[in-house]
């Protein structure tokens, strides 16, 4: 781990990492593109109960949300799994009832 990154920040390079390898496109939450390939995974994206560590987009769908954890943390998933369930309920900032994408 670098020295200037905290465990959670590192945590989130590892996922950009094995998101990218798998074909994902991985963006930023300020330069959101939709059309940059069929998988889309941006980070810290907004929804109604704050923003998700990253929400993936296929072919412009929203369908899923990982929640990035330091390994530690990780290693007990019953510990966030309220987390991830209230993320997976939340509603997505700029997609409708539709799961449509709004025009930003």
Same mark, same amino acid.
């Given at each position: 781990?670098? #020295?200037?990154?905290?465990?959670?920040?590192? #945590?989130? /390079?590892?996922? /950009?990492?094995?998101?990218?390898?798998?074909?994902?496109?991985?963006?930023?939450?300020?330069?959101?593109?939709?059309?940059?390939?069929?998988?889309? #995974?941006?980070?810290?994206?907004?929804?109604?109960?704050?923003?998700? /560590?990253?929400?993936?987009?296929?072919?412009?769908?929203?369908?899923?949300?990982?929640? +990035?954890?330091?390994?530690?943390? #990780?290693?007990?998933?019953? +510990?966030?799994? /309220?987390?991830?369930?209230?993320?997976?309920? +939340?509603?997505?900032?700029?997609?409708?009832?539709?799961?449509?994408?709004?025009?930003?």
């Amino acid at each position: 781990m670098p #020295a200037n990154q905290n465990p959670e920040q590192a #945590a989130r /390079d590892k996922v /950009d990492q094995l998101l990218t390898v798998s074909g994902w496109v991985v963006q930023d939450k300020k330069a959101i593109n939709f059309n940059a390939g069929p998988g889309v #995974a941006i980070r810290e994206y907004h929804t109604d109960i704050g923003p998700a /560590d990253y929400v993936l987009f296929l072919d412009k769908c929203a369908v899923g949300v990982i929640e +990035a954890k330091r390994e530690e943390a #990780a290693q007990n998933l019953t +510990a966030v799994e /309220d987390q991830t369930a209230g993320y997976g309920a +939340a509603k997505l900032k700029w997609i409708t009832a539709q799961n449509k994408i709004l025009k930003q």
